[in-house]
């Protein structure tokens, strides 16, 4: 159950204000069995208060700078609360639950100056920070025998970074090239984790959060038809180097190395109003590398 109240305020011809904050109510009940007839029972139930601040000054008719504040959650999923010892299907890994898991708050914070210097384009620049409570983090124990990832609290984390985002039409560069356009960002970002020394898995004080990479870069070329629905995308992706799965001491992070991925996408009508669209991935055919 949620509800919110928000306030738009003009303070002047250029600048806004935007206040609010969402009420939100969480229960949740997991029961599961395991293959031993073994039953668990997890109960999480929360009530959380989201506020959110946001100022909107417009420099010019095309320029304008963006501030914002606010607060939001992330809570475990079903299968992270359950107990029950599962095989995942890609790597085989052995994986359980923790119901003891509670939801993480975020706060974050945004500043973002934006231009646009005609229609459908983009000039962006931004940076960020965020701050976790008890962020939910995938970790792996050291067993005797094979090893068996779960779920744990963190005790709090910090993310911080800038971006950069650009969108362009290539009509003033050529006529030839009136039906494309470029899109592109990159974002660099740095994060660092408190262990909850209660949780019961004590991993490395000093790595990164789990799933954060240092970096990401993302490139896009789109041809548009000039009178029909028609269009083809070219993506590029690469994501720094991340930890999927942290290591309880001693044992050492596992790392999902960096990969060039290139997808196609095409956009096409056919007959009666019905369009289809391909989907090409991975074209380079990039290996998952996980050290």
């Known amino acids: 159950g949620a509800g919110y109240a928000m306030i738009t305020w003009p303070l002047s011809g250029s600048l806004e204000l935007i206040g609010g904050a969402r009420v939100e109510r969480s229960d949740v009940e997991v029961s599961s069995r395991s293959s031993a007839g073994e039953p668990s029972l997890a109960t999480p139930s929360f009530t959380d208060v989201l506020p959110s601040l946001a100022m909107n000054l417009r420099l010019s008719e095309r320029a304008s700078l963006r501030l914002s504040a606010t607060q939001t959650l992330s809570r475990p999923e079903y299968r992270e609360l359950s107990p029950v010892l599962f095989r995942e299907v890609i790597g085989s890994d052995n994986v359980k639950g923790n119901p003891n898991l509670t939801r993480a708050l975020i706060q974050n914070y945004d500043l973002r100056w934006e231009l646009y210097p005609s229609r459908g384009e983009i000039l962006s620049l931004g940076v960020f920070a965020k701050q976790f409570d008890h962020p939910i983090e995938r970790i792996y124990q050291g067993t005797s025998g094979t090893r068996i990832i779960t779920y744990v609290n963190a005790k709090s984390a910090n993310n911080y970074g800038a ?12 006529s030839a090239l009136k039906t494309f356009s470029v899109a592109a960002n990159a974002t660099v970002m740095k994060s660092t984790i408190e262990i909850d020394p209660t949780s019961g898995s004590i991993t490395s004080a000093s790595r990164k959060m789990v799933g954060q990479a240092p970096y990401v870069l993302n490139a896009g070329l789109t041809w548009t038809h000039p009178t029909a629905p028609a269009s083809a995308t070219l993506l590029f992706n690469r994501v720094g180097e991340r930890i999927t799965e942290a290591g309880e001491q001693p044992l050492p992070d596992v790392v999902e190395q960096p990969r060039n991925v290139l997808d196609l996408s095409l956009r096409f009508p056919m007959v009666g109003g019905i ?12 290996p998952y590398t996980i050290l």
């Open 163 to 174: 971006e950069v985002e650009v969108r362009k039409e290539l009509a003033a560069l050529s």
């Open 275 to 286: 369009s289809a669209r391909l989907d090409a991935r991975n074209l380079l055919d990039a």
